[in-house]
């Protein structure tokens, strides 16, 4: 299973000498050209994304209109000839939420790279793991039973956060528990533990006795953007996303020693055991922010980082902001298709995830299996 490898395999000695020196400067060269361009289109694709997703919906607004509002309250300009009913839907609902799919798009992407690089193994990703169960539970107790009292106004977050980093806690240790840590068994055990945190958070619906509390952990728990609202919680998704993201990026090279290897790593003078901590606890908090915003959103880790190393190649250092790019579109993209497939019914937003990321899944383990066949 241990398949994950940041380069390609070196060419025999027969093979090496200055020619092959030149292709793979040259090879680099051409690697961070495509990145830079790929920088730039997805840039200008998340711009468009924005002013999509927002005019599109339920109530249709013109595109111009949707520019100008948020030229408005963004910039300072004039008002323009759109309505006050369009400017509310604008700039309190649809904006908020469209920051919101951006941000939490981005963080479980660029998560589930730095897993799979932490792992060394393609399959890994914070919903495999057992991370976003330990979230969830963590943020349904704090529902269903209250944690003000102990956290204040940051309850959901820090009940999250703690359930997230326990379920980390809990995934390394059983993997630990049998000897040396493989992939393969922080794999077994992060669906082991995720399935019992499952078992927990249905456990504590059960026990809290509250009917409207169950429905809301229920619909929570398979995604949702719609509680997307300027505020506090909104700035803490984003600050802690673009935290994880400039992290990762300046921490690529350490990245791509983690994912060759423990040795390759202490080879470099990096240190695996520490690196490997760092960046549980970074994911851990980074993935329990936003989950208490936006519930329990499967496969984005696992999908998303394929795509980007596809694109621009498995140096971490150019991966992680393509990453983050590619995870906020696609969340973005998928949350307008919840907003609008059965309107006015809203699906939630892990039920489409899933749709495309389990058979996303399922081809990756059938290459994986004709590779090693």
Do not use: K
Request: proline share 5%.
């Amino acid at each position: 299973m241990d398949t994950y490898s940041p380069s390609r395999a070196p060419r025999s000695p027969q093979t090496a000498g200055p020619p092959e020196s030149a292709r793979r400067i040259l090879g680099v060269d051409r690697q961070r050209r495509r990145g830079r361009i790929w920088l730039t289109v997805l840039t200008i694709g998340l711009v468009l994304t924005a002013i999509a997703g927002i005019a599109l919906g339920s109530v249709g607004i013109a595109p111009q209109h949707v520019a100008g509002i948020l030229g408005h309250h963004l910039f300072g300009l004039p008002v323009g000839s759109w309505s006050p009913a369009d400017e509310a839907i604008v700039w309190q609902v649809r904006t908020p939420r469209m920051a919101l799919g951006l941000c939490v798009g981005a963080g479980l992407a660029v998560c589930g790279m730095a897993l799979q690089a932490m792992v060394r193994n393609v399959l890994a990703d914070p919903y495999l793991l057992g991370v976003n169960s330990g979230a969830s539970s963590g943020a349904a107790a704090a529902i269903l039973f209250g944690a003000g009292a102990v956290l204040g106004e940051h309850a959901l977050q820090g009940s999250a956060f703690l359930g997230a980093l326990a379920a980390s806690l809990l995934v390394y240790a059983v993997a630990r528990s049998g000897g040396r840590v493989t992939s393969l068994r922080l794999l077994f055990a992060g669906v082991a533990v995720g399935y019992a945190l499952y078992a927990l958070t249905s456990f504590l619906i059960f026990a809290s006795g509250s009917a409207e509390g169950a429905r809301s952990v229920m619909f929570w728990l398979l995604g949702s953007l719609s509680l997307a609202q300027w505020g506090t919680p909104l700035l803490a998704v984003a600050v802690v996303t673009l935290i994880t993201v400039v992290v990762l990026t300046l921490h690529g090279g350490h990245l791509d020693a983690m994912a060759a290897g423990d040795e390759t790593a202490r080879t470099l003078g990096i240190s695996p055991e520490v690196l490997r901590t760092g960046l549980l606890l970074l994911v851990s908090l980074c993935i329990g922010v936003l989950v208490s915003a936006s519930g329990s959103i499967g496969f984005v880790g696992l999908v998303v980082p394929h795509l980007a190393r596809r694109i621009v190649g498995s140096a971490h250092a150019r991966a992680v902001p393509i990453t983050a790019l590619l995870g906020g579109l696609l969340l973005v993209w998928a949350d307008v298709a919840a907003r609008t497939a059965l309107a006015p019914q809203e699906i939630p937003i892990g039920i489409l995830t899933a749709l495309v990321g389990a058979p996303f899944l399922l081809i990756l383990i059938r290459r994986m299996q004709a590779t090693t066949a």
